[in-house]
């Protein structure tokens, strides 16, 4: 019998009403349905401090470090919807995989994200959708050794996107997260 593809979700943004938390959890509904076993997380909760090498061997027992680590570890994909600051992905989820992609002191770690299995998705109020941002998300991922699905999905004009119930009011578009999520269980090997 085959393993249940395991999966955790997140967006880089830490707001409250965040569309890219909402496009995330909507792609994780839909691996759910393709038969995975997903977590849906928000940053927000895991408050790593900025990475600094002077301090991260007096910082590998934070308990957000800590939890996040065993979450990557045990997951075999990751779906991830990004903001796009500035042209490129948030602050947070750079420090994020900066703290990630780090070996434990003393061998208590090792970054597990080679060969993960990840989809990437946007949410953006500019009309590119975040396409930059997903870009070089993308980059930073296949840098650290994940395997990117070519599917991605970027939602512009994210501000009219969604309707009251966060669902994605475009069917092409709610079609496309769909598609991706199916994309990352099904490439996920058993």
């Known amino acids: 019998?085959?393993?249940?593809?395991?999966?955790?979700?997140?967006?880089?943004?830490?707001?409250?009403?965040?569309?890219?938390?909402?496009?995330?959890?909507?792609a994780a509904k839909a691996a759910r349905d393709a038969g995975a076993e997903v977590e849906v997380i928000k940053l927000i909760d895991y408050q790593l401090p900025l990475f600094n090498?002077?301090?991260?061997?007096?910082?590998?027992?934070l308990p957000a470090l800590v939890a996040l680590r065993e979450k990557l570890s045990s997951c075999d994909g990751l779906l991830i919807s990004n903001p796009e600051y500035n042209g490129s992905l948030s602050a947070a989820l750079k420090n994020t995989i900066d703290w990630l992609t780090r070996p434990g002191v003393e061998g208590g770690y090792e970054p597990s994200f080679t060969n993960k299995i990840v989809g990437v998705l946007s949410a953006s109020p500019a009309d590119s959708?975040?396409?930059?941002?997903?870009?070089?998300?993308?980059?930073?991922?296949?840098?650290?050794g994940c395997e990117v699905?070519?599917?991605?999905?970027?939602?512009?004009?994210?501000?009219?996107?969604?309707?009251?119930?966060?669902?994605?009011?475009?069917?092409?578009?709610?079609?496309?997260?769909?598609?991706?999520?199916?994309?990352?269980?099904?490439?996920?090997?058993?």
């Open 53 to 61: 090498e002077d301090t991260e061997a007096t910082l590998q027992t």
């Open 129 to 144: 959708g975040g396409i930059r941002s997903a870009s070089h998300l993308r980059d930073v991922l296949a840098g650290i």
């Open 1 to 26: 019998m085959a393993n249940t593809p395991k999966i955790l979700a997140f967006s880089g943004s830490l707001r409250s009403a965040s569309w890219n938390h909402s496009l995330v959890s909507l």
């Open 149 to 190: 699905v070519p599917e991605q999905v970027t939602v512009g004009a994210a501000y009219q996107a969604f309707g009251e119930d966060n669902q994605l009011l475009d069917a092409t578009i709610a079609d496309a997260v769909v598609s991706l999520a199916h994309a990352v269980v099904k490439t996920i090997p058993e």
